[in-house]
């Protein structure tokens, strides 16, 4: 199994989270700034217009499109329920008519001449919009939503399926290279969201599910796996409108790779508290990863804050990841940062740094067992401390 | 073809060009390129790139541009940047800043999105989305009235979708009304969000019968009224015989610049920058493409693979065409590439044996992490393996939606009755393709032009003689828009440095058995050689970019080369960098089913065209 391995993603025990909470018409916002929240509170909530039935009378009465208006039983504006007569024909002196039965409810919305259809907009649908996190209004977008704002423990993923959902943190395994199999999944883990430490079965997930857990986080899991979970391969990294039941959150990557230590022990040390999980990622311009916040209160311990590197920076001594085969989840330490761009084992000229591999990482499984190696710069990424 | 340069632009004086900015922003990366006039000829002299700056916390595409451009400046000697981050222009002959002219593409925030509807889903619906691709679009839906959903269900599946358009077509003039309005009945009530949300009114652009466009403007109603802003332009298939894709095209351009642009981040000063009407980027590329096909009568072929998406591009006797393959890519798509072609087909041209479970996690591992590289040289085969299916993929997409108009009527005769040819036949023909331009990371930056070619011929699987190009640095876009400005310029820049010329794949159509003989080939000038392949043969004679040949083939019986079955054909060519790929492989080109036969043959064609030493 590869050395944990956490690509750049934020994984940080204190920081300021703020959620944009809109609802995607014009509504009725329901808290006002400084208000208190709760993660499943409603915040604003509205109606969006309600499905249109479309009603070809002329061809279900056999007429032409232009006499259907004198048919009508209904005019615009009416409301039918499913089952109502709303158009009759003549028939012939007054014998054969022919009517018809709405098939569905709705208003009439219009009655076209040109084409014989009538458009029936059933009721408006409720759409309403959660706080998502515990915290305090810090911001009315009015007759849209509002920001809700709170120090959190803040993990993004590197891959989520499924939308938003809430639970108690429940901390499956012991280490956070042990694989998270459907022996862990308890009954008494309904609603929860598990951690897990590496790759995720199949097997655990079905059994997760099928026990109502929430979500489940964990390091990585086998395409095959996924497929088997999705019911189909995974095409494009776009994620967040499945519906399997639950939600999953994939920390490090594909394959057998277990949790950054970090990231699974501040998971752990809020065993038990709610946590918000969104599994929803957009791997594209305007990217967007999975996260896991929990709300911090005030005996929350203070995290020590280690020195972190720059944005972007990369020098001498930084630590690193490498994402790419055949080092593929190995950490290491940048020794040498060559500013020639060199000839890669494909053939191919790219700007690379040398990393010395940390001792386990080299024996996982590179090609060579040298604990110095070349990779290009587009293969690692930085390590948060 | 649609060129546009606003009427508010002041008349452009060519003659007193010299320094010419153009750029292309994309949704990642926004690349300039400098054009200057070297002595009496025009060359692309600098190339330069920074981050696309569209998306938070830049919000903002002109800090992109102006960081793309000051590098061109640092570059170039010279400065094109003022202190405020502006363009600076050159005043007078002698100034040693600015440049003559600013003009830039763009994709950037996933390019222009539409929903395109028409009565039939293979007549007027199809040619909207011909109008629609050929503008440069990504068409997220086609409505049609006979495309198997239910009413309801299309009225769903268009609330769903954030276009930034909708063109709707239907109804030769003068035919049908009924249908159109119909069509028109749907949209309106689906009442599509725009992706800009708030105040936007959602633009549609109505192409069909002209008799059913008062119908069609009551049912949108006028603008602030119904949250659409409609415009009626000519009907796109004015008769079954006719296309005229024009007007809707114009159109479509017009309203991407009045509102998607102007509602996208800092674009108000992009556009007021631009001395030409900012075009989206692939439908820049098929202008530059239309150009060269019409002026030296080239049936064309071109393609662009990207990271998420493949364009292909082609012109086959005048006629132009672009398909967007929209999940099949390398980085982001790589994984639906896989899923689409089947790991099977990926695998096929592999000479190593590798793990598929391990494979499979790469691959999804490269989706999620889409900036990484190849590092070994088994990863690259694998990449260019995936790129193959990727290519192929396309390609055949590419040919189902590039036909013949649907549904006219044709007099056959006797003779006719025993042809399969009618109505709605693709007018890609592999055997009538002169050029075949490649761009795109994993086509334009293989470790070797060879790797390249072996590419583009085993996905495209071009027949009889084809010249085979790459766009040096993806300067197509560029070139398309400054076309629309300067045309000689941008051809000059073309032909001197846009296009590598790779060579030629000289391929028999036909099928036979492993071992028959195929064709034999004698090539004299500049390079002499000659050879006899087999079926399953391949061979590479290498013919330099300035060095002219006359090449002569004569297939065997069964197999054509041009000039029909059996029949010899004499050409006189220029090489390029690869030189003149033989291919005796067959088309259909198949490959052996016994895995350890299938290898060792993969590797055998790698060397003998130069990609494996």
Known sequence: ?385 | MSAHVPAAKPAIDLSRLRYILATDCGSTTTKAILIEKVGDSWRQTQRAEAPTTVEEPFADVTIGVSNALTEIGELAGRRFIADDGTILRRRNADDPEGCDIYISTSSAGGGLQMVVAGVVAQMTAASAKRAALGAGAIVMDTIASNDKRKPFERIQRIRELRPDMVLISGGTDGGNVQQVVQIAEQIAPAKPRPRFGGEYELPVIFAGNKEAAPQVEAIFGGKGEKGFDLSVVENLRPTLEEENLGPARDRIHDVFLEHVMAHAPGYDRLIAWSDAAIMPTPGAVGDILQRIAERDRLNAVCVDIGGATTDVFSVFGGTFNRTVSANLGMSYSISNVCAEAGMQNVLRWVHVAMDERELRNRVKNKMIRPTTIPQTAEALVFEQAVAREALRLAYAQHKEFATTLKGVQQQRTVGDLFAQSGSGQSIVDDMRLDLLVASGGVLSHAPKMEETAAMLVDSFEPQGFTQLAKDSIFMMPHLGVLASVHPEAAMEVFERDCLVRLGWSIAAKGEGKFGKRCFAYRVSGAVTASGELTCGDVALVRVGPEQEVEVVVEPASGFDLGNGPGKSVTRRLKGGTVGLLFDARGRPLALPENEADRRALVARWAKAWGVLA
């Open chain 1, 1 to 385: 199994m590869a050395k944990a391995y956490t690509p750049g993603l934020k994984v940080s025990a204190q920081t300021t989270f703020r959620a944009r909470r809109q609802l995607p018409v014009s509504g009725e916002v329901l808290v006002a700034v400084g208000a208190r929240v709760q993660a499943r509170d409603v915040i604003a909530r509205t109606f969006i217009e309600g499905d249109v039935t479309p009603v070809p009378l002329a061809s279900l009465l056999s007429v032409p499109a232009s006499d259907v208006p004198s048919l009508l039983l209904v005019k615009k504006g009416d409301h039918v329920a499913t089952g109502d007569v709303i158009a009759r024909t003549k028939g012939i002196f007054g014998f054969g008519k022919k009517e018809l039965a709405s098939p569905a409810a709705g208003v009439v919305e219009s009655v076209s001449a040109t084409t014989g259809q009538m458009m029936l907009r059933g009721a408006p649908i409720p759409v309403e919009v959660k706080a998502y996190v515990d915290g305090t209004i810090v911001e009315v977008i009015p007759h849209e939503g509002a920001v809700v704002e709170t120090e959190a423990v803040f993990v993004q993923g590197i891959l989520g399926i499924g939308g938003e959902t809430v639970g108690p943190l429940r901390v499956a395994v012991s280490t956070p290279s042990a694989r998270l199999e459907a022996k862990d999944i308890r009954a008494d883990m309904k609603g929860a969201v598990v951690v897990g430490g590496a790759r995720i079965t199949a097997e655990a997930v079905r059994a997760a599910r099928d026990a109502g857990v929430a979500a489940i986080v964990s390091g990585g899991i086998d395409d095959a796996d996924l497929r088997d979970v999705l019911g189909y391969d995974l095409g494009v990294a776009i994620t967040g409108t499945e519906k399997i039941g639950i939600t999953i959150v994939m920390t490090e990557g594909f394959g057998d790779i277990a949790m950054a230590a970090r990231t699974f022990a501040i998971l752990k040390s809020y065993e038990g508290r709610e946590a918000s999980v969104n599994g929803a990622t957009q791997i594209r311009a305007g990217v967007m990863r999975p996260e896991i916040v929990i709300a911090r209160r005030a005996g929350d311990a203070v995290p020590a804050q280690g020195a972190r590197p720059e944005e972007g920076a990369l020098e001498i001594g930084t630590q690193v990841r490498l994402i790419r085969d055949p080092y593929f989840g190995i950490l290491g330490t940048v020794v040498a940062l060559p500013t020639e761009p060199a000839v890669l084992g494909s053939g191919s000229k790219a700007r690379v740094l040398e990393v010395e591999l940390e001792a386990d990482g080299a024996r996982a499984g590179g090609p060579s067992a040298a604990r110095r190696v070349t990779v290009p710069r587009a293969n690692i990424e930085l390590i948060e401390t």
